[in-house]
């Protein structure tokens, strides 16, 4: 019979494979399996249809932020072309739907490996580019994916977009919020598995070792290149994942979401919620998406009092304007971001009341 494992007074580890365990202890493994299976059970039975589309909102771009997490947060490649790579999944999910009668279950993971090789391609520059100029380099990659999206109107219908068919799986159709619901959040809980695993096998320790110094890490034998483009390439398999669901989600694609701003929002979420930690990217995204619809349901109140009107304020940069606040005070004041606070609020829990 297994013996349950509890929190110990101390680290009494003597195999390396207890540092790679992903729960410290059976009561960890408990909890996730009881916050799963809540938040199966009660958010589709408690939420209006608004509170589930924000919910289904937050599942999709956690997808995205923990792909760009794994990029910037370990492997320390500064990436302004996230939201380009999520426009990618989508329209390669609604030109195979559409073209190619390819179904949801095939179309999905080929939209991912397809931009999965895209961001390969742009991920090239990180050879010999580093820092600010690879950050340059990857804004390039922004603009030219959004001018081919909108110029290729033979593949992407330009401006006018793309209706993609009903989703269906297994013979089940997607419908509404609700069904979406499952597929996205089944779907969220498998890539975050395959993200924490991923960072206990030797790829993910050579990710981490070309972020903290990529010239030591050449020198111990990991063939730097190689390793930042496989992290390009991840990075971009999850984009495109959470931009093929997006796509089925909406029903509909058009070139107007995936720009600049949409990249810097992806960048926003994985500094907020903790560089380099997975379940830090799922906290950043659902602050953001949250921040967001406040942001929209404030500027809506502001414009219709017209209580800014005498002053001569204009409320459009008011969303630009909060997010860089936002990333600034995080930056100063806890720059581990949202990870960490609740790291300490579990570690304040668990020794209370000897904690104070």
């Known amino acids: 019979m297994k013996k349950l494992r509890f929190h110990p007074c101390g680290n009494f580890r003597d195999h390396y494979k207890q540092e790679l365990a992903i729960f410290e202890t059976d009561f960890g493994r408990l909890m996730l399996w009881i916050g799963i299976g809540l938040l199966f059970a009660a958010v589709p039975t408690l939420s209006s249809p608004y509170t589930l589309y924000v919910v289904n909102t937050v599942g999709i771009t956690s997808i995205a932020a923990i792909g760009l997490n794994i990029l910037v947060g370990y492997t320390g490649q500064i990436s302004l072309g996230h939201g380009a ?55 390039a990659g922004q603009f030219i994916i959004e001018y081919t999206i909108i110029h290729w109107e033979s593949l992407t219908m330009g401006t006018r977009g793309i209706t993609l068919p009903e989703a269906s799986l297994l013979g089940i159709r997607v419908r509404g919020d609700l069904g979406f619901f499952y597929v996205i959040f089944i779907l969220l809980i498998a890539m975050t598995w395959i993200a924490v695993n991923i960072m206990r096998t030797r ?42 669901i997006w796509a089925y989600y909406m029903i509909s694609v058009t070139a107007e979401p995936f720009n600049l701003m949409l990249s810097v929002e992806y960048i926003a979420m994985i500094i907020i919620g903790g560089l380099g930690n997975i379940p830090g990217a799922i906290l950043g995204a659902t602050f953001i998406t949250l921040l967001n619809e406040l942001l929209r349901w404030f500027t809506g109140i502001l414009i219709n009092t017209n209580l800014f009107a005498g002053l001569g304020l204009n409320m459009a940069p008011l969303r630009e304007f909060v997010f860089g606040l936002t990333i600034v005070l995080f930056i100063l004041f806890e720059p581990r971001g949202l990870a960490e606070i609740w790291r300490i609020l579990r570690s304040s829990f668990r020794l209370w009341p000897f904690s104070y």
């Open 85 to 139: 790579f999520f426009g990618v999944g989508a329209y390669a999910a609604a030109i195979l739907a559409t073209s190619a009668n390819v179904p949801f279950l095939i179309a999905v993971p080929a939209a991912g490996l397809i931009t999965a090789m895209v961001g390969m391609i742009f991920g090239i520059p990180s050879g010999r580019l580093k820092g600010l100029y690879l950050t340059i380099a990857t804004l």
């Open 203 to 244: 790829y993910g320790r050579a990710f981490i070792a070309i972020r903290d110094n990529d010239r030591a890490a050449e020198g111990m034998g990991i063939p730097i290149f190689q390793y930042k483009l496989l992290s390009f390439g991840i990075s971009s398999f999850y984009a495109g994942i959470a931009g093929a």
